[in-house]
């Protein structure tokens, strides 16, 4: 099995910066992508960002420009720089990584256990 533990939630003040980290561990034989999904209260679960392993990323529109997501393989390690904040970035931030085993070699996705940030003056 692999575990993800995330860190770097918090509270932030509008046009302010927060970054998120999420350390993958466990039985990994090979990760393939990893990212952040986020929920928001009465909204459905949307893609944030994620990032392959040799380095191309996808962002959501909204977050184009202002949350750079950046892995450090070595570490198997994914982060999320959070600038120029806005209220509407208000969510539970789930990372995942799609990731195979050393008993299971198809990938499949595991997730961490979500945290909270929230934008606000």
């Known amino acids: 099995q692999v575990q993800l533990v995330e860190s770097g939630g918090g509270l932030a003040q509008p046009g302010g910066s927060l970054r998120l980290s999420c350390a993958a561990s466990?039985?990994?034989?090979?990760?393939?992508?990893m990212g952040w999904y986020r929920q928001a209260p009465g909204k459905q679960r949307e893609l944030v960002a994620d990032?392959?392993?040799?380095?191309?990323?996808n962002y959501a529109d909204s977050v184009k420009g202002r949350f750079p997501i950046s892995r450090d393989n070595a570490k198997n390690t994914v982060y999320l720089q959070m600038n120029s904040l806005k209220p509407e970035d208000t969510a539970v931030y789930f990372c995942?990584?799609?990731?195979?085993?050393?008993?299971?070699?198809?990938?499949?996705?595991?997730w961490g256990q979500g945290t909270q940030v929230t934008v606000s003056s």
């Open positions: 995942y990584a799609q990731s195979s085993t050393t008993t299971q070699l198809t990938p499949r996705n595991y």
């Open positions: 990032i392959t392993s040799s380095g191309n990323t």
């Open positions: 466990g039985s990994i034989f090979r990760i393939y992508a």
